[in-house]
């Protein structure tokens, strides 16, 4: 367990010092001119409680955050296998190397790996409260 301990927090420090520049897919967003903006958890096959609960945090915090927006297609939510031939070939995409919270409009890349595993489970609203901020400053 501390060995799994001491590689995922290795992983985390080195993901949040790679700088993620790639562009999602566009897609099609009729007469709008909102982008979307997506929410994507990378995560192996194997999960420890934390990632599951980091997965299951960051999901609900935008499902309720942005009901509306969440409803209409414009803010998503992707769980992405890294295991997966799929997940691998996103992954490659945005430069994500493993366990990864991100979100994704345009070409901005917001990732809050870090946060997330820090307060998923020791303070949900101080994480929700950090989805909010950085969602808000992507909506606007």
Avoid: W
């Avoid at 409009?105 to 949900?124: H, P, V, W």
């Amino acid at each position: 367990m501390k060995t799994s301990l001491k590689i995922l927090f290795a992983s985390v420090f080195i993901l949040s010092t790679l700088s993620c520049n790639a562009k999602p897919p566009k897609k099609n967003t009729s007469t709008q001119k909102i982008e979307v903006i997506t929410m994507y958890y990378f995560h192996y096959t194997a999960r420890c409680i934390t990632c599951k609960t980091l997965e299951e945090e960051a999901q609900k915090d935008v499902e309720t955050l942005y009901p509306n927006l969440y409803k209409a297609g414009k803010i998503v939510f992707q769980s992405i296998n890294l295991n997966e031939p799929t997940g691998e070939a996103l992954a490659e995409k945005l430069k994500v190397a493993g366990q990864t919270l991100l979100i994704v409009k345009g070409n901005q890349q917001i990732n809050l790996t870090n946060e997330g595993f820090l307060y998923c489970r020791s303070d949900a609203e101080k994480f929700k409260a950090i989805i909010k901020e950085k969602m808000d400053a992507l909506i606007k």
